[in-house]
């Protein structure tokens, strides 16, 4: 009678399916309202830039001699024609920005690949070969963490050349030794577990066990790393288009804006103040983005 019992209530009680990793994730994600506005803001953001030839009203290299420094629509002499205003030689700053955010978003990625693909092979690398390699690859990236990093691109940049790609290739140097120490301390986690012990005895070779068994359990640092990078990215292009040394005019860049503008701060405060939010808006949005990856990735912040 009993064995019955339990048989009869094994089948009575219904059996729960776990719900899909991706449902999980998003049910902890979307606790975090800062991070879904952030992911709002980069979802538009990302729109503007893909369709920025068909949303800009202009070009944003078309000049317009009668229409030097315009102000906002809601200002006294604005208009619809420039509805966020024109800069000095008569270029919509609306179409300006909507063309930026392609060229910020373009710089993101390319940093962001860049610095991880390679901050990943060489994290493993020091992982996995220890002694002099370790020793010598993590030495680097502690005298690159030394040094400000906005410095460090400055002196890359100024032997390089000025330019936008030598300017991404240099943010993505500076970025690099974070993704290299996170790499290297989260295998250095997963070499001693049960599974990779498992896999070394049934013979996985070495390029197997950093790639397969090993990178797959790194990934939740290395994405939220990753997503913050996008800011930073962001920030330090800007900067060096700011000084000269990244994008040239008339390239709609952001920093490039905040340059060209500068002297126009006192009679017209759009030129410097609209590229300005544009930065910061974009900047804080990938924060709180990586805010919130960071607390749905964490199993201990789950808890």
Same mark, same amino acid.
């Given at each position: 009678?009993?064995?019955? &019992?339990?048989?009869?209530?094994?089948?009575?009680?219904?059996?729960?399916?776990?719900?899909?990793?991706?449902?999980?994730?998003?049910?902890?994600?979307?606790?975090?309202?800062?991070?879904?506005?952030?992911?709002?803001?980069?979802?538009?953001?990302?729109?503007?830039?893909?369709? $920025?030839? =068909?949303? $800009?009203?202009?070009?944003?290299?078309?000049?317009?001699?009668?229409?030097?420094?315009?102000?906002?629509?809601? %200002?006294?002499?604005?208009? =619809?024609?420039?509805?966020?205003?024109?800069?000095?030689? /008569?270029?919509?700053?609306?179409?300006?920005?909507?063309?930026?955010?392609?060229?910020?978003?373009?710089?993101?990625?390319?940093?962001?690949?860049?610095?991880?693909?390679?901050?990943?092979?060489?994290?493993?690398?020091?992982?996995?070969?220890?002694?002099?390699?370790?020793?010598?690859?993590?030495?680097?990236?502690?005298?690159?963490? #030394?040094?400000?990093?906005?410095?460090?691109?400055?002196?890359?940049?100024?032997?390089?050349?000025?330019?936008? $790609?030598?300017?991404?290739?240099?943010?993505?140097?500076?970025?690099?030794?974070?993704?290299?120490?996170?790499?290297? &301390?989260?295998?250095?986690?997963?070499?001693?577990?049960?599974?990779?012990? %498992?896999?070394?005895?049934?013979? %996985?070779?070495?390029?197997?066990?950093?790639?397969?068994?090993?990178?797959?359990?790194?990934?939740?640092?290395?994405?939220?790393?990753?997503?913050?990078?996008?800011?930073?990215?962001?920030?330090?292009?800007? %900067?060096?288009?700011?000084?000269?040394?990244?994008?040239?005019?008339? #390239?709609?860049?952001?920093?490039?804006?905040?340059?060209?503008?500068?002297?126009?701060?006192?009679? &017209?405060?759009?030129?410097?103040?609209?590229?300005?939010?544009?930065?910061?808006?974009?900047?804080?949005?990938?924060?709180?983005? /990586?805010? /919130?990856?960071?607390?749905?990735?964490?199993?201990?912040?789950?808890?």
């Amino acid at each position: 009678m009993a064995a019955e &019992a339990k048989t009869l209530a094994a089948a009575v009680v219904p059996t729960q399916t776990p719900p899909h990793p991706f449902v999980e994730f998003w049910g902890y994600f979307k606790r975090n309202a800062g991070a879904v506005a952030g992911l709002t803001l980069i979802v538009i953001v990302s729109l503007l830039a893909i369709f $920025a030839d =068909f949303v $800009a009203p202009h070009s944003p290299f078309l000049t317009n001699p009668d229409a030097l420094l315009r102000p906002p629509f809601w %200002a006294e002499g604005g208009s =619809f024609v420039y509805p966020l205003g024109s800069d000095a030689i /008569g270029r919509d700053i609306l179409s300006r920005l909507i063309h930026g955010a392609r060229l910020s978003l373009l710089i993101g990625i390319v940093v962001v690949s860049l610095s991880l693909v390679v901050g990943i092979a060489l994290g493993l690398v020091a992982s996995f070969f220890r002694g002099l390699t370790e020793i010598a690859i993590m030495r680097l990236m502690d005298i690159m963490l #030394t040094l400000p990093s906005l410095l460090l691109a400055i002196v890359i940049v100024a032997i390089l050349g000025p330019g936008l $790609a030598n300017a991404m290739f240099a943010v993505a140097i500076v970025v690099l030794p974070h993704y290299v120490r996170i790499t290297r &301390a989260v295998a250095l986690s997963e070499l001693s577990k049960t599974y990779v012990v %498992a896999s070394r005895m049934c013979g %996985a070779g070495l390029p197997r066990l950093m790639f397969s068994t090993v990178l797959p359990n790194c990934m939740a640092p290395l994405i939220v790393q990753a997503t913050l990078g996008f800011s930073t990215a962001i920030l330090d292009a800007a %900067a060096l288009g700011f000084l000269g040394l990244g994008a040239q005019p008339p #390239t709609p860049e952001w920093g490039t804006m905040l340059a060209d503008s500068r002297e126009f701060v006192l009679r &017209a405060w759009w030129v410097v103040t609209l590229p300005g939010i544009a930065i910061l808006a974009t900047v804080l949005a990938f924060n709180l983005l /990586g805010d /919130g990856l960071r607390d749905a990735l964490d199993p201990k912040l789950k808890r």
